[in-house]
T-cell receptor
């Protein structure tokens, strides 16, 4: 069984300040982990993925995430927020032997000017 | 390269009716997965089709059924609609089923059941 917990339902930052979106996972095997972003009226877009290679994963638009097995965490960060980053972000876990995705509840990122 | 498309974009149905949602997968993709996203929640896996066969199912009742066609497009059918079926239905396509594959999502169909 696998599950994902996104620790914050809403995060608000000022433009130009760092972003931290927190994610903890539970899995009975070595999982693959993803972050997806969902802008209003648009499909989900993959930001980055971890598949048991390097623990620090770089994604698109300046985002990165670090896999910490000891903490069962996969937090998403960005050094400097941009207004266009405002969206819903989902942390996702998948078993390596199949591609059924289990989503967290989502974190809504708001960016203030 | 054409992305994943879904139709219709919006749909309003009455409780007890039946609905069919459609999805065209991205070119070259042979696997389609369907997800239900209720308002304010993350998407939940309904089922996956690989080469026209169901290849995994989430915790959804049998009144949720699907098809995949030889061109890998897919349909999601829901019978005896209930108010709780109101949600955004997302289709995602990918290649193969072994190992973690990136899934490409369509924009979704917004279903409202009254």
């Amino acid at each position: 069984a696998q599950s994902v917990t996104q620790l914050d339902s809403h995060v608000s930052v000022s433009e130009g300040t760092p972003v931290l979106l927190r994610c903890n996972y539970s899995s009975s095997y070595s999982p693959s982990l993803f972050w997806y972003v969902q802008h209003p009226n648009k499909g989900l877009q993959l930001l980055l993925k971890y598949t048991s290679a390097a623990t620090l994963v770089k994604g698109i638009n300046g985002f990165e995430a670090e896999f910490k097995k000891s903490e069962t965490s996969f937090h998403l960060t960005k050094p400097s927020a941009h207004m266009s980053d405002a969206a819903e972000y989902f942390c996702v876990v998948s078993p390596n032997a199949g591609n059924m995705l289990t989503f967290g509840g989502g974190t809504r990122l708001m960016v203030k000017p | 390269e054409t992305g994943v498309t879904q139709s219709p974009t919006h749909l309003i149905k009455t409780r007890g009716q039946q609905v069919t949602l459609r999805c065209s997968s991205q070119s070259g993709h042979n696997t389609v997965s369907w997800y239900q996203q209720a308002l304010g929640q993350g998407p939940q896996f309904i089922f996956q089709y690989y080469r026209e066969e169901e290849n995994g199912r989430g915790n959804f009742p049998p009144r949720f059924s699907g098809l995949q066609f030889p061109n890998y497009s897919s349909e999601l059918n829901v019978n005896a609609l209930e108010l709780d079926d109101s949600a955004l239905y997302l289709c995602a396509s990918s290649t193969g089923t072994s190992g973690p594959r990136e899934q490409y999502f369509g924009p979704g169909t917004r279903l409202t059941v009254t």
